[in-house]
């Protein structure tokens, strides 16, 4: 069995800042002075600031954040998603890896993220349903080879 906290993940890449609803925009505060409040962008960086911390709540709460300011951000999400699961949240890890992967059947991090979650649970079956997916996808990923030795382990 493989331990989350010992599982190599990938560190997730900045996306660049594109959508205006990911603009920090201004907040009356109760004298109406306007404060500008924390974009997606910068709640992601702080959430990625806290994973190499290894302060795994407060990278989620910062993921969580920018998920709710940019819903349609992959990367916001995968990067959640691989938060919750190093942070032994893997219930809500399964959730919000299982969600990428409905809104989007092609993205093999996530298929990759979510095989790794199902190893580690002892789940081989359902891991090598992911990581034959992520290969689909990917057949030339720098781990190719670390996941068909997965593969291979999980008796696909």
């Known amino acids: 069995s493989v331990s989350p906290k010992s599982t190599k993940v990938p560190t997730p890449t900045r996306t660049p800042v594109a959508a205006k609803t990911e603009e920090p925009t201004p907040a009356p505060t109760a004298d109406g002075v306007q404060v500008a409040t924390a974009s997606a962008a910068d709640h992601f960086m702080a959430g990625q600031a806290y994973e190499q911390a290894s302060s795994w709540d407060d990278a989620i709460s910062e993921y969580e954040q920018a998920v709710k300011l940019s819903a349609k951000t992959s990367s916001y999400r995968l990067a959640l998603g691989t938060a919750q699961f190093r942070g032994g949240k893997l219930q809500d890890a399964a959730t919000t890896l299982s969600d990428i992967i409905e809104r989007e059947p092609n993205n093999a991090s996530a ?8 190893e580690a649970t002892g789940q081989g079956a359902n891991a090598c ?19 068909r030795t997965r593969l291979v382990r999980n008796g696909c």
């Open 111 to 118: 298929h990759r993220m979510l095989g790794l979650l199902f």
């Open 129 to 147: 349903g992911e990581f034959q997916e992520y290969l689909r996808i990917k057949p030339l990923a720098p781990d190719a080879g670390d996941i």
